[in-house]
């Protein structure tokens, strides 16, 4: 375990000491005055736990479904960019850390390692998508996801812009040369990588261009950065299979409202069509039953891995997924919901 680790949140304060300051407010830092990004944490403490008691809890287990994929605990690694910057084997790191612990591993678009890298990964892989203003690239990253492996496609659409991410400005914080996105480096034109992760952001983005991503593959598509019932029951009329209510870290547009403020309002409105799952300041294994019993299938977290990995590579993310598993059980014992399946709505508020 890692020296001094009591809990998740303990992770930010030794990565501060391990990262370069620049990298660490890449990884830790949100949009503009940070509201958002204190408050999805916040957030999870105004919601309060209802156990029932004369329950046998000697057996508790923890193990879910996720899109048909069992998983050893309804908890998955969040797409997050960048590993390179707080370990040299990045996400391949991070990804087998996630499946030694039996959970679902997320890959960012804006990775340092190429999709390739991680498809002898013996464990559940989803691939994170950014819409490229370059169609015929669109197609062609789904495709190689598909051929490695991977089990499903999220589509992030929070990003039609970058937001406002001041920390990093002060620290004087700079994306690594372009070459560094090991997944577009296939598409360079004459070396130059950055020609083409220019092109990676697309306002242009709309509803229709995520029919025409539908008919791409036979995946399962995921819709990633809902905040509003609107929104999620669109993604229902429109092929999804699953709904990611995020709002990107708090690192996009600042004071929207915390992930697990929108939850329920999200849930209403799938009205059962789809999985719906949550990342946003999860941080204990009681955030997890607080999703589970407002409607969520799944919860994911980002910045908590991140940091994990920059500590102590691919067994300080275990590390740290063994925790938060371990801090699960015991919460599910205390509750009286021995599996994830008792866990109603009837155990919060």
């Known amino acids: 375990m890692i020296e001094g680790l009591v809990n998740l949140g303990d992770l930010e304060g ?3 000491e391990r990262l370069d300051p620049a990298a660490f407010a890449y990884y830790a830092g949100g949009a503009a005055d940070e509201v958002t990004l204190a408050d999805n944490e916040a957030a999870w403490s105004r919601h309060r736990l209802r156990p029932r008691v004369l329950v046998d809890v000697s057996r508790v287990d923890p193990s879910a479904t996720i899109l048909g994929t069992p998983v050893r605990m309804p908890v998955g690694v969040a797409p997050t960019a960048l590993h390179g910057l707080g370990h040299a084997e990045a996400e391949l790191a991070t990804a087998r850390a996630a499946a030694r612990s039996g959970v679902l591993f997320t890959l960012s678009s804006l990775a340092s390692r190429p ?3 991680l498809a002898p990964v013996d464990g559940p892989r989803w691939y994170q998508l950014y819409a490229h203003s370059d169609r015929a690239i669109t197609a062609d990253i789904v495709h190689r996801a598909e051929a490695h492996g991977f089990g499903a496609i999220v589509l992030t659409v929070d990003l039609p812009v970058f937001g406002r991410r001041e920390r990093e400005a002060r620290s004087g914080f700079s994306q690594p040369s372009a070459a560094g996105y090991g997944n577009f480096a296939p598409y360079a034109r004459d070396g130059d990588v950055a020609a083409v992760t220019a092109g990676l952001h697309t306002s242009l983005l709309t509803w229709a261009d995520v029919d025409w991503l539908r008919g791409l593959t036979t995946l399962p598509l995921v819709l990633k950065g809902v905040l509003t019932g609107e929104d999620a029951a669109a993604a229902c009329e429109h092929g999804f299979d699953a709904v990611w209510v995020s709002n990107h870290g708090g690192r996009q547009l600042d004071r929207t409202p915390a ?12 009205a059962g069509r789809a999985e719906v799952y949550l990342d946003g300041g999860v941080r204990r294994g009681t955030d997890v039953l607080v999703a589970r019993a407002l409607g969520a299938t799944a919860v994911f977290a980002g910045r908590p891995w991140l940091y994990a990995l920059s500590v102590g590579g691919e067994d300080g993310v275990a590390d740290a997924l063994a925790l938060l598993g371990d801090e699960l059980v015991n919460a599910m014992a205390l509750l ?7 866990v109603t709505r009837s155990h919060a508020d």
Do not use: F, I, K, Q
């Not at 992930?259 to 799938?270: N, P, Q, T, Y």
């Not at 009286?336 to 008792?342: E, H, K, L, N, R």
């Open 115 to 117: 999709l390739e890298d």
């Open 259 to 270: 992930s697990v403020d929108v939850l329920e309002e999200v849930v209403g409105a799938v």
């Open 14 to 16: 030794l990565a501060r």
């Open 336 to 342: 009286g919901t021995p599996t994830m399946a008792d």
